[in-house]
């Protein structure tokens, strides 16, 4: 047997371009084979079909035909965010060109944690990282220092461990911390305190699915503790309703009583790119820490998440030492250290699939995206309160729509829910924001088209009357 080609060097380019009609062709079939959002018969079934596609993981002889058949089976089996019944999660459809570059990233395969393995990508995971971080911590036109302090910005691989991160940046910042979130907070909040060795998160109401100022205030009066020992997490853009936290008063708060403000905007961070929904992000630029995931509101393979600190000095405690990656004389000489960059050692440029995304779309295209999902929230729920057979829950804030059959029982929305996914017609999610439970439709495409979301409501409503 000859020795398989490389997808890399002069002679990666002729290897892969044989392959690339392959997936595409399997691509093709497996989606046309699926026929809709989710493939039928629910995960025995989908079970069962991948294991008698796979066999023998590993062989004793291999299969040139194992490409072909892995990932026609894959896309036959899989999820696609880029059906319009698709709708459950933050899982969005990503855009073309980027799929493309992370193509690139993987065949060239640099490795962003020494300059010599990836020498142009380090620089451009700066100049993006940059770009990004002035998004969020736009320069202040007030401050009169020659050369005034900016934002900086990490990738991460997602929202989860940017949480992660924030947490302790503000541990080793401040010596110790106490986190204090609304009842809405992401979970990877409390489990990135149960990681750091940090006490139990104190967390404030959120009534109304955002957290309460007042209450907020009241928890910072009656904690023990000197002042900027609290770290409080807000969030812009709830999993659940996709709803904001009131950002500025939470902000003056934390100001008030010297507490440090990180805010998850895993989900909202993307209003940042539209000129008419960015006013929902009033007050972000207040926070000491920023969470972003463009694998939600910015179209991207994931994972493209980041970490935006409003001090690069904070970030000084992530340096880290290891000779055959960042030797002192190394650094002396000018090859830049990258260990500071990330709490990863291994890790791929997936800034490159945000730079082309950012490059080619630029800000005018990304913000229609955005301005695109929103319109379509508003659209679905104004079909549903239309609608005698259904309930809204509210107006979406960003591109969430929460709602159930009119007078149905619990039992019967987590039902008709799974015979959905069961059938493989449409895929929704499932919130319980005032202990009643919801549908959830997290509308990620900007393909959507009328006669899409109300072909979901039929469906819904089809389910729900048997």
């Known amino acids: 047997m000859s020795s398989p080609p490389l997808a890399s060097g002069p002679d990666g380019p002729g290897a892969l371009r ?38 023998d993981p590993l062989p004793h002889e291999g299969s040139d035909d194992a490409l072909h058949v892995l990932v026609r089976a894959l896309t036959e089996g ?15 459809p990503p855009l073309a060109v980027a799929a493309a570059a992370d193509l690139a990233a993987s065949v060239l395969n640099p490795s962003l944690d020494s300059w010599d393995q990836a020498p142009a990508a380090s620089e451009l995971e700066t100049l993006v990282t940059d770009a990004l971080a002035a998004e969020i ?20 691989t997602g929202g989860t461990e940017a949480n992660q991160l924030a947490l302790l940046l503000a541990r080793e910042t401040h010596g110790g911390v106490q986190l204090v979130c609304g009842a809405n907070a992401h979970h990877s909040l409390r489990r990135a305190a149960w990681l750091l060795g940090l006490p139990e998160p104190v967390v404030v109401p959120a009534p109304a699915g955002t957290m309460d100022p007042a ?36 902000a003056d708060r934390c100001a008030a009583h010297g507490a440090r403000l990180h805010i998850d905007a895993a989900y909202g961070g993307g209003l940042l790119f539209s000129d008419r929904h960015r006013k929902l992000l009033d007050g972000l630029a207040r ?17 493209a998440g980041l970490l935006a600190v409003r001090d690069p000095d904070d970030l000084h405690v992530l340096g880290h030492s290891a000779d055959y990656l960042n030797a ?30 950012l490059k080619t779309l630029g ?33 979406p804030t960003i591109s969430t729509v929460l709602f159930r059959p009119t007078e149905a029982t619990d039992d019967t929305v987590a039902a008709v829910r799974r015979t959905l996914l069961t059938e493989g017609h449409a895929v929704l999610g499932r919130a319980a924001p005032d202990g009643r439970l919801w549908l959830k439709a997290t509308l990620l495409n900007p393909h959507a088209r009328t006669g899409d979301l109300a072909a979901l409501l039929k469906l819904v409503e089809g389910h729900t009357a048997r």
């Open 18 to 55: 044989p392959l690339l009609d392959t997936v595409l062709d399997a691509l093709r079939e497996g989606a046309a084979t699926r026929g809709g959002p989710l493939p039928t018969g629910g995960p025995q079934t989908v079970a069962h079909r991948v294991r008698d596609t796979l066999g």
């Open 78 to 92: 899989a999820a696609d965010p880029a059906d319009p019944l698709c709708a459950a999660h933050l899982h969005c």
């Open 137 to 156: 911590y736009p320069p202040d036109p007030h401050q009169t220092n020659t050369r005034p302090k900016k934002g900086a910005a990490l990738v991460t």
């Open 215 to 250: 209450a907020l205030d009241d928890a910072l009066t009656e904690l023990p503790g000197p002042r900027g020992s609290f770290l409080v997490a807000a969030t812009a853009g709830t999993t659940d309703a996709g709803l904001i936290d009131p950002l500025p008063d939470i």
């Open 287 to 303: 926070a000491h820490t920023v969470t972003l995931d463009l694998h939600k509101l910015g179209w991207q393979p994931v994972a």
């Open 328 to 357: 002192d004389d190394d650094t002396h000489a000018g090859l830049p250290d990258l260990l500071g960059r990330s709490l990863r050692t291994s890790r791929r440029p997936d800034i490159l699939k945000i730079a082309v995304t």
């Open 363 to 395: 800000r005018t295209g990304l913000g229609a995206l955005v301005d695109r999902v929103c319109a379509h929230a508003r659209e679905l729920a104004a079909l549903v309160e239309a609608h005698p057979r259904f309930e809204l829950y509210d107006q």
